[in-house]
T-cell receptor, first 115, second 115 residues
Framework: KNQVEQSPQSLIILEGKNCTLQ??????????LRWYKQDTGRGPVSLTI?????NTKSNGRYTATLDADTKQSSLHITASQLSDSASYIC??????????????FGKGTKLSVKP | EAGVVQSPRYKIIEKKQPVAFWCNPI?????LYWYRQNLGQGPELLIR????????DSQLPKDRFSAERLKGVDSTLKIQPAELGDSAVYLC?????????????FGPGTRLTVL
């Protein structure tokens, strides 16, 4: 069964600190992996999209890594800001013989950045 | 550029009542998605449209849920009758149709509470 597991479920850090969120998936065959940020009461917003051949991708203070062999990804946030408080969702897309599968969403990690 | 527009933002109804949600996708986006997001969970796809055709409605509970996308632009999702377990956030997203990495843009969602 295609699944996306994220850890930790929730995280509290102090403003200015770094943090790393983890994502493990069993989706196969793999097409691409995305990280979304979802603010409370808003829809998810894409941060990064990585295909099989990409190991790392950055978007400002956000850096995502992908290890397609171990089926793991991480999202590293540098110098956190209060506005980083949100849920971060790992999303994986499968590829089925010429057609793209639907997105499979993890449950998200709820990050709280405290002053 | 305007994003995905959804209305209403919040809806409270009693069980067994009907309810409808409306979505206006980003101009030029042929593909439209309806997702349901339960509290603390990732979004789950209900239905995907390519223009006015529903190409994937396998996860739509067809006994009580229906959707339409007349003229291939705006879309309406309806629940009749609503049940307590339908309380969730209903998200609409849109994208260009081609490419494995095509980004989905989400609306703010409609938060439904069934009493």
């Amino acid at each position: 069964k295609n699944q996306v597991e994220q850890s930790p479920q929730s995280l509290i850090i102090l403003e200015g600190k770094n943090c790393t969120l983890q994502c493990n998936y069993t989706v196969s065959p793999f097409s691409n992996l995305r990280w979304y940020k979802q603010d409370t009461g808003r829809g998810p917003v894409s941060l990064t999209i990585m295909t099989f051949s990409e190991n790392t991708k950055s978007n400002g203070r956000y850096t995502a890594t992908l290890d397609a062999d171990t089926k793991q990804s991480s999202l590293h946030i540098t110098a956190s800001q209060l506005s980083d408080s949100a849920s971060y969702i790992c999303v994986v897309r499968a590829y089925y013989g010429g057609s793209q599968g639907n997105l499979i969403f993890g449950k998200g990690t709820k990050l709280s950045v405290k002053p | 550029e305007a994003g995905v527009v959804q209305s209403p933002r919040y809806k409270i109804i009693e069980k067994k009542q009907p309810v409808a949600f409306w979505c206006n996708p980003i101009s030029g986006h042929n593909t439209l998605y309806w997702y349901r997001q339960n509290l603390g969970q990732g979004p789950e796809l209900l239905i995907r449209y390519e223009n006015e055709e529903a190409v994937d409605d396998s996860q739509l509970p067809k006994d009580r849920f229906s959707a339409e996308r007349l003229k291939g632009v705006d879309s309406t999702l309806k629940i009749q009758p609503a049940e307590l377990g339908d309380s969730a956030v209903y998200l609409c997203a849109s994208s260009y149709p081609s490419g494995s990495t095509n980004e989905q843009f989400f609306g703010p969602g409609t938060r439904l509470t069934v009493l």
